[in-house]
């Protein structure tokens, strides 16, 4: 709370999924809208930020790979 979250990116792939919650994934100047039981994967040197929808908390596997 009160901290502005910017994007990021860095080398890699990632896998996401929402085990709890509502999570807006901004990824490439895009906005998505993931909810439980939802998943992304994402190339993760391009520039991404993730963020609750509604403040409450939100529950995710993440598992990041770098590439080869």
């Known amino acids: ?4 979250k910017s994007e990021f990116a860095h080398k890699g792939e990632e896998f996401m999924y929402v085990t709890e919650g509502t999570l807006k994934l901004t990824y490439g100047g895009q906005e998505y809208v993931l909810e439980k039981g939802d998943s992304a994967y994402i190339d993760s040197s391009t520039a991404h930020k993730l963020e609750s929808v509604d403040a409450q908390p939100v529950y995710l596997l993440s598992i990041n790979v770098k590439k080869t």
């Open 1 to 4: 709370p009160g901290r502005k």
